[in-house]
């Protein structure tokens, strides 16, 4: 979906980056290469930093999560920074209580279980209670400009974020969220409307803070639901809050796992780049999205653990089902692992390069 850039946006030094013109579909000197998760505990530098504060502590403070955020862009020759925060975050202020907790992950100790719950949940604007995110991007943006790398901000996509609302945390068969939606239709389309209007905001401030694309991570809704269910119950809400990102005037990359029964459904919702995760052949995914759209993708993050020689024939597999067609930005097909070494992070940045150029 090409969508004019909103006038009030000016250009960044980030327009004519590699990732911005693939997200355009324009011709590039190499392919571009970001890996999702590239800022976290892979890093020794960032290892060090939580040590000493918490994870939330780390995200409400724009200096901390500021250098977070540089420590790949500094290490590696990344064709991105992606905003050190969570998707989790923006829950506090509709009313969830969060905590990250060591060993087990985000949990909140106050589920939603009924429909007074949902009718209970505020809207806050993101300047009210997510302002140290924006003010990081700022500062983020001011380091990146002279280079010309573009910053991404991102959000978590409405069944994603409901699942940890209704579940209270992580979950493996989404049971209660699940219930919920098919106990409480009415109450789920309140819910899910609530956070299409607390995300489209937060991304269209993170948008005018100076994030030059974002990401909607639709981390579990493919895990959850089968076809049926997502154009039912997901699909409408991914829908409704791309396109209020028009206004935003940035391109948006419509990301989810787990996806590829119904992946075509998934590009209908919009977005100016797919997220493929790493469970099909890139090529066969693309034509599923139509060849028109850009993707992105799709590396296996285990693969970085493999020895170089494994680790690069798969890098190969993605790049020759690329083919080189215009478009495609290097990703993994899901997070980096904490525990991928250092080396093949580097390798893999400047093999894709290397092997790309022109
Ligand atoms: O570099 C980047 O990509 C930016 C940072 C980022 C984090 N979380 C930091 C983080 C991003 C983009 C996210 C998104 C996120 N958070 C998603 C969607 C992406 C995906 O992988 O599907 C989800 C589902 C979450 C929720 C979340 N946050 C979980 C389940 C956990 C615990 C498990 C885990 O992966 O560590 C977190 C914590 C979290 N978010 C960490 C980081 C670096 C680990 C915190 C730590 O222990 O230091």
Not at 45 to 66: D, F, G, W
Not at 114 to 139: E, G, N, R, W, Y
Not at 190 to 204: E, G, N, P, S
Request: net charge negative.
């Amino acid at each position: 979906m090409n969508r004019p850039a909103a006038a009030e946006k000016p250009k960044s030094s980030a327009y004519d980056s590699r990732l911005l013109k693939t997200i355009r579909r324009e011709e590039t000197d190499v392919t571009p290469v970001w890996l999702m998760r590239q800022a976290g505990r892979y890093m020794e530098n960032y290892r060090a930093i939580r040590a000493k504060h918490s994870m939330l502590e780390v995200i409400q403070t724009p200096e901390l999560a500021c250098e977070i955020t540089m420590q790949p862009i500094n290490a590696f020759d990344l064709d991105a920074a992606i905003i050190f925060a969570d998707i989790l975050p923006p829950l506090i202020g509709m009313g969830m209580n969060l905590e990250f907790v060591k060993g087990v992950g985000p949990v909140m100790d106050n589920p939603i279980t009924t429909t007074k719950d949902v009718d209970m949940l505020a809207c806050p604007p993101a300047t009210l209670h997510l302002q140290s995110t924006l003010d990081a991007i700022k500062l983020v943006k001011a380091e990146l400009e002279p280079k010309g790398i573009p910053l991404l901000g991102f959000s978590g996509a409405p069944f994603t974020l409901a699942s940890y609302m209704i579940e209270g945390g992580g979950s493996k068969v989404y049971a209660k969220t699940k219930a919920f939606m098919y106990t409480e239709p009415a109450a789920w389309v309140r819910l899910m409307d609530k956070l299409v209007t607390v995300q489209a905001d937060y991304l269209i401030q993170q948008a005018k803070a100076g994030a030059d694309a974002v990401q909607i991570f639709d981390s579990w809704a493919g895990w959850a639901l089968g076809q049926y269910d997502y154009n039912r119950y997901v699909a409408p809400y991914n829908t409704k809050l791309i396109s209020m990102l028009g206004r935003s005037g940035v391109p948006v990359i419509n990301f989810s796992t787990g996806t590829y029964p119904y992946l075509e459904d998934v590009a209908a919702c919009g977005g100016d780049v797919v997220g493929i995760d790493w469970r099909m052949p890139l090529d066969e995914a693309w034509e599923k999205v139509g060849t028109d759209m850009a993707v992105m993708g799709n590396l296996d993050p285990i693969a970085l653990l493999a020895p170089w020689g494994e680790l690069k024939f798969r890098i190969d597999q993605v790049l020759d089902a690329a083919d080189g067609r215009l478009g495609h930005i290097f990703n993994l097909g899901h997070g980096i692992l904490p525990n991928t070494p250092i080396d093949n992070v580097r390798r893999l940045v400047d093999y894709v390069h290397e092997r790309t150029a022109k």
